[in-house]
């Protein structure tokens, strides 16, 4: 499995390379009022206007710092309706990838419900880098909003 890497602070997660469309630079975003606190805004993605959620401030609390490596990562989300909605996953350092078979990830035997989208760990050279869950993430309720908003906010 390739994961690509990211921190939030000091800690190193990884999302599967499977599920990302493209890694892009940051860009400016257009701030959306009532939603949630990790999504800084909005921006136009080929033809689409995207949410942008910042995997920082989402994990730890802490907006993403403006440095030249913090990118945003862009995934599709598979609607209902079988459409594919785009989001942008900003986070910090998103530099390397790293290849790993399955058997590699360990599960941490700890649910954290306010947080389902953290999957297992890999343990290796780089310390312990904890797998994003994409699925997890779009399947909670809390973040269902930002599903159902897309169609709202999708240009014509």
Do not use: W
């Amino acid at each position: 499995m390739l994961l690509l890497l990211f921190y939030a602070g000091k800690d190193l997660y990884a999302i599967d390379s499977s599920r990302i469309i493209e890694v892009i630079p940051r860009v400016t975003l257009r701030k959306v009022y009532h939603v949630p606190d990790y999504v800084p805004g909005v921006f136009h993605y080929r033809g689409s206007i995207v949410p942008v959620i910042d995997l920082s401030h989402l994990i730890q609390g802490t907006p993403s710092r403006l440095l030249l490596s913090t990118r945003i990562i862009m995934v599709s989300h598979q609607r209902q309706d079988g459409t594919l909605q785009y989001f942008g996953m900003m986070a910090e350092r998103v530099t390397e990838t790293l290849n790993k078979p399955d058997t590699a990830l360990v599960q941490t035997k700890m649910q954290v419900n306010e947080a389902p989208y953290l999957g297992s760990m890999i343990v290796d050279e780089k310390g312990m880098i904890q797998e994003i869950v994409l699925d997890r993430f779009f399947n909670d309720e809390r973040h269902i909003h930002l599903l159902t908003g897309g169609e709202d906010m999708s240009e014509s």
